[in-house]
């Protein structure tokens, strides 16, 4: 349809009826997120009612509840408007801000699991990538623990070997080489049940779960390179020892290092002539006075 072809008359009846639906649709909105806050408090209401009777109330519904008043405060101030003109949007009313404020009350649905209780096998790829993410941040962390271990464990091994050898041959250990040896043979007696567990077709959260687990029932578990003390004492002593300073040099500091070398390069060729030269003007002195 062409809307320049149609008639004005016909074509500001069109523009009034679609500002009309465009109103209605806000005035739905509001309507709708009112619905919705109201839904949350009677959620966060039981919650807080069964939290209390416990005698505490979780973190995670402690700022449910604070995330919830601060939507009501700014619903509050848009409400007046629109309860004054009921039944159309009133041009008071920034749209953009009513829509910000819809989108977090979804997210706040979403994440306490209001209309999201479903059955069967659903997708949402927005949590998939959330889960996807935070899972392989937890596996570079873990992997990355795992590795420095073995290689600290590696460290430990070659060690000790040096030190039953030279034992072997008649050296005399002193406390400190012992303690090393004792700490090496129980590291080596519980790595191999560490390490089964390790290779469990486990999630990285649920490696976190059964290690802390096992941590708090049996904390000698866990041998020595896998521990937090000798991870951040090994971290420090890479930071110290093997720390590699890169210069950033622009193209003004090149070209001054170039000319600070030729002037030395030429300083240095001049000295050297002179002397050369004081050498044979002084021969060619003691030359004539004989």
């Not at 209390?52 to 939507?71: H, I, N």
């Not at 009133?90 to 994440?111: F, G």
């Not at 596996?139 to 271990?149: E, P, Q, T």
């Not at 093997?242 to 070398?261: D, L, M, N, S, Y």
Request: hydrophobic share 40%; with cysteine; proline share 4%.
């Amino acid at each position: 349809v062409k809307f320049a072809a149609l008639d004005p008359e016909l074509r500001v009846r069109i523009q009034d009826s679609d500002a009309a639906l465009q109103k209605k649709k806000d005035m739905l909105s509001y309507r709708k997120l009112k619905y919705d806050l109201e839904r949350i408090f009677v959620y966060l209401e039981g919650e807080m009612s069964a939290a209390s009777s416990k005698g505490y109330v979780p973190l995670q519904d402690r700022l449910a509840v604070a995330e919830f008043g601060l939507l009501e405060g700014q619903v509050g101030t848009i409400r007046p408007l629109f309860e004054a003109n009921e039944g159309s949007t009133p041009e008071d009313v920034d749209v953009d801000v009513l829509q910000v404020i819809m989108e977090q009350t979804a997210d706040l649905k979403r994440r306490l699991g209001i209309d999201f209780l479903v059955t069967g096998f659903t997708y949402d790829p927005e949590a998939f990538r959330r889960w996807l993410a935070g899972s392989l941040e937890k596996f570079k962390v873990l992997a990355a623990f795992g590795g420095k271990g073995c290689q600290l464990f590696y460290n430990d091994l070659k060690f000790s070997t040096n030190l039953v050898s030279r034992a072997i041959s008649g050296y005399t250990l002193k406390p400190r080489e012992v303690r090393t040896l004792r700490r090496t043979f129980k590291d080596l007696l519980t790595f191999i049940p560490f390490a089964i567990i390790f290779i469990l077709p486990l999630s990285p959260v649920g490696h976190v779960l059964v290690f802390g687990a096992i941590q708090r029932v049996f904390p000698e578990f866990f041998p020595s390179p896998f521990t937090e003390a000798r991870q951040n004492l090994f971290q420090l002593y890479e930071s110290t020892e093997f720390t590699q300073v890169t210069f950033q040099e622009g193209f003004p500091e090149k070209f001054q290092r170039a000319i600070e070398a030729i002037i030395y390069i030429i300083v240095t060729f001049g000295k050297t002539v002179g002397t050369k030269i004081g050498l044979i003007d002084e021969t060619e002195g003691n030359g004539s006075d004989s």
